[in-house]
C-alpha cells in the first residue's frame, strides 16, 4: 500500500474549506498524509481548519508568495509516494476514489483520471471540455490541457518544485516535466475528482493563455505550438457550434 500525500492550497477561502478536507478525510484509503498550506487567511479559514488538527498531517499558516509557492511548501514537507494537490473548493470524487486508484495498477509513476466541474453554486457541469485521453504521454498536452492537476497522482520521486517564473500555469510545466520522467503512466478510467471553476487561470485568462503558449513552445517548438493551436481553434468553433444546435 503506498503512501499519498494529499496537499491542500487555500487563502481567504471559509466558504468551501471545509468540503475540500472532508473529501480528504473520508476517504477509505487509510495511508494518507495530509498537508495544508494556509497562506495567513484572516476569513475564519483557519479557524475551520483547525477543527481538524487532530487529523491532519501538517499545517503552515503563513504569507507566501502566490499558489506555486504556497504549492512548493507542500511539496516540500510531503513524505509519501506519490503526491496530489487538492486545493480549496475541489474534492476528491467520493469516499473509494484513492483506494480505487491504487488497485488500478500496482507500482506506476503517475495515475489520471477524469475530472467532473462544477459552478460557483456546487451544481454539476459535466466532464472538462478537453477529456482524459486514453492514453497520456508528455506530448499529450500539445491539443490543451486534458488532465486538471487534482485528478493526477504523481510519484514524489519524479515531481519537480513548480517553477516560480510561471504565476497562472505552472501546473502545466509540473505535468509535463513529471510525464517526461515517468515510465509506467496509468489511466484509471474513472472520474477521480470534482472540480470548481473559476480559479486564478480563469480569473486571469488572458494571462494564463500567454503563458501556455510559452509552456507548450518550450516542450513542443514554436511552429508545431502554432499549427497545434490553429486545430484547437478549429474544435472549440466546431464544439461551439455544435453546443449551440443542441440548444436551438
Same mark, same amino acid.
Given at each position: 500500500m503506498p503512501k499519498l500525500t494529499v496537499i491542500t492550497i487555500v487563502y481567504n477561502n471559509v466558504r468551501d474549506i471545509e468540503r475540500t478536507i472532508n473529501s480528504v478525510l473520508r476517504q477509505t484509503y487509510k %495511508?494518507?498524509?495530509y498537508i495544508i498550506v494556509d497562506g495567513k487567511s484572516t476569513d475564519g479559514t483557519l479557524e475551520?481548519? +483547525? %477543527?481538524?488538527k487532530d487529523r491532519i498531517s501538517k499545517l503552515v499558516s503563513e504569507p507566501d508568495k502566490g499558489i506555486y509557492? $504556497?504549492? !512548493? %511548501?507542500? /511539496?516540500a514537507l510531503a513524505t509519501g509516494d506519490y503526491v496530489l494537490f487538492m486545493n480549496s473548493g475541489d474534492e476528491i470524487y467520493d469516499e473509494h476514489t484513492v +483506494? !480505487?486508484?491504487? +488497485?488500478? $495498477?500496482a507500482g506506476a509513476d503517475i495515475y489520471y483520471g477524469e475530472t467532473e466541474m462544477y459552478n460557483d453554486n456546487w451544481e454539476s457541469l459535466g466532464r472538462r471540455r478537453? +477529456? $482524459?485521453p486514453e492514453q497520456f504521454d508528455w506530448t499529450s498536452f500539445k =491539443?490543451?490541457? !486534458?488532465?486538471?492537476h487534482q485528478a493526477i497522482y504523481v510519484r514524489r520521486s519524479i515531481a519537480s518544485p513548480y517553477d /516560480?517564473? =510561471?504565476? =497562472?500555469s505552472a501546473d502545466i510545466d509540473w505535468i509535463i516535466k513529471a510525464a517526461k520522467k515517468a515510465s509506467n503512466i496509468v489511466n484509471v478510467n474513472r472520474y477521480v475528482a470534482k472540480y470548481l471553476v473559476g480559479g486564478m487561470s480563469k480569473k486571469k485568462h488572458r494571462e494564463s493563455l500567454i503563458e501556455r503558449f510559452k509552456i507548450f513552445t518550450k516542450y513542443y517548438g514554436l511552429i508545431p505550438n502554432i499549427l497545434h493551436h490553429l486545430i484547437i $481553434?478549429? !474544435? /472549440?468553433f466546431w464544439y461551439f457550434l455544435q453546443h449551440r444546435r443542441t440548444n436551438d
Amino acid at each position: 500500500m503506498p503512501k499519498l500525500t494529499v496537499i491542500t492550497i487555500v487563502y481567504n477561502n471559509v466558504r468551501d474549506i471545509e468540503r475540500t478536507i472532508n473529501s480528504v478525510l473520508r476517504q477509505t484509503y487509510k %495511508k494518507i498524509e495530509y498537508i495544508i498550506v494556509d497562506g495567513k487567511s484572516t476569513d475564519g479559514t483557519l479557524e475551520i481548519i +483547525e %477543527k481538524y488538527k487532530d487529523r491532519i498531517s501538517k499545517l503552515v499558516s503563513e504569507p507566501d508568495k502566490g499558489i506555486y509557492d $504556497a504549492m !512548493n %511548501k507542500g /511539496l516540500a514537507l510531503a513524505t509519501g509516494d506519490y503526491v496530489l494537490f487538492m486545493n480549496s473548493g475541489d474534492e476528491i470524487y467520493d469516499e473509494h476514489t484513492v +483506494e !480505487n486508484v491504487f +488497485e488500478t $495498477a500496482a507500482g506506476a509513476d503517475i495515475y489520471y483520471g477524469e475530472t467532473e466541474m462544477y459552478n460557483d453554486n456546487w451544481e454539476s457541469l459535466g466532464r472538462r471540455r478537453h +477529456e $482524459a485521453p486514453e492514453q497520456f504521454d508528455w506530448t499529450s498536452f500539445k =491539443y490543451g490541457m !486534458n488532465i486538471s492537476h487534482q485528478a493526477i497522482y504523481v510519484r514524489r520521486s519524479i515531481a519537480s518544485p513548480y517553477d /516560480l517564473n =510561471y504565476k =497562472y500555469s505552472a501546473d502545466i510545466d509540473w505535468i509535463i516535466k513529471a510525464a517526461k520522467k515517468a515510465s509506467n503512466i496509468v489511466n484509471v478510467n474513472r472520474y477521480v475528482a470534482k472540480y470548481l471553476v473559476g480559479g486564478m487561470s480563469k480569473k486571469k485568462h488572458r494571462e494564463s493563455l500567454i503563458e501556455r503558449f510559452k509552456i507548450f513552445t518550450k516542450y513542443y517548438g514554436l511552429i508545431p505550438n502554432i499549427l497545434h493551436h490553429l486545430i484547437i $481553434a478549429s !474544435n /472549440l468553433f466546431w464544439y461551439f457550434l455544435q453546443h449551440r444546435r443542441t440548444n436551438d
